[in-house]
């Protein structure tokens, strides 16, 4: 009888809302499209221009707009009775000089004005309570699928050795401090040493930057956390196969990832992926202790 009860209040909650996914670049979008799809739901998907490769979402809904059309945004997705917005994918920051909005995008551009001296934190709170304010709810990722997120658990065959687990313990340090200053989310920490830190480019860049060191055997970690105050219901901590394939050419021991707040795209290949590489994959919490 309490399957039966779980079973209908899920089935009523998808008969009571439609998820609007706002797609960026990666992988996200589309593996957030097909949980949803395999849940029973039909998401609809709003692409933007230069960012999401229409190709991927050609077996969903979907409709490419321009970034600063935000007026086409809000009405598509209420002329497509989308009751929840979510946004996946990272999208690059535009040249606000040379955008042509429309008449809602000129207002979200005088929203985002005031919220650029607060950094990419405050950037997307600035775009979600505009949202917000316009009817729809903000849903996160992590909200629309448990079975993406990673707990306090390892993933494949590879554990951390005692000088991994020191590493992990001074990345989640150096993590936070920058993530104070809004200005990543990862560090490749190498016995005790900060090898690289995230910036602008991101954690595939910041894996591609680090395979430029070279030493003979595999070591480092690399560290990813959320940032202190980050919306997670615009923007959560992600890996994929690509971050496993990046940190091996970067000759990395591990990936360490912050427990309940990271999401993982497909974890069987990301899993087959290190085991063949021979690389750890560990979710721990902010506090974590060698």
């Known amino acids: 009888m309490k399957n039966q009860n779980v079973d209908s209040a899920k089935q009523t909650k998808i008969q009571t809302r439609r998820i609007g ?24 998907l709003l692409l933007i221009e230069g960012e999401a490769d229409p ?6 809904p ?12 809000l009405k598509t997705l209420a002329a497509e009775k989308c009751t929840h917005i979510t946004l996946a994918g990272p999208v690059n920051r535009p040249d606000f000089k040379k955008l042509v909005p429309d008449f809602e ?25 505009f949202i917000k304010d316009k009817g729809f709810d903000i849903i996160g990722a992590h909200e629309i699928t448990g079975s993406m997120s990673i707990g306090k658990e390892q993933l494949g065959n590879s554990s951390p050795s005692e000088q991994d687990r ?6 989640i340090r150096i993590v936070k401090a920058i993530g104070e200053l809004d200005i990543g ?22 894996l591609q930057r680090a395979n430029s060191f070279s030493w003979s055997k ?25 971050t496993v394939t990046e940190a091996i050419n970067a000759n990395l021991r591990g990936i360490a990832v912050e427990a309940g707040l990271t999401l993982v795209l497909d974890k069987t290949e990301v ?20």
């Open 185 to 206: 989310q990862a560090a490749i920490i190498r016995d005790g040493y900060v090898l690289a830190v995230e910036a602008a480019e991101g954690t595939d860049g910041l």
């Open 271 to 290: 899993t087959r992926r290190a085991d063949e590489g021979g690389i750890f994959i560990v979710g721990v919490s902010d506090s974590f202790t060698p």
């Open 21 to 44: 996914i706002i797609a960026g670049r990666g992988n996200l979008p589309i593996a957030l499209a097909r949980s949803l799809r395999a849940d029973g739901e039909t998401p609809f």
């Open 55 to 60: 190709d991927h979402y050609l077996d969903f």
């Open 62 to 73: 979907h409709k490419v707009i321009r970034i600063a059309k935000i007026g086409q945004f």
């Open 166 to 171: 020191q590493d992990i313990k001074e990345g």
């Open 105 to 129: 995008g000129i207002k979200l551009l005088a929203k985002i004005s005031g919220a650029l001296s607060k950094g990419d934190d405050g950037l997307m709170t600035a775009i979600t309570t």
């Open 218 to 242: 595999p070591a480092g970690v690399l560290v990813k956390l959320s940032k202190p105050g980050q919306d997670l219901q615009a923007d959560m901590p992600t890996i994929g196969p690509e």
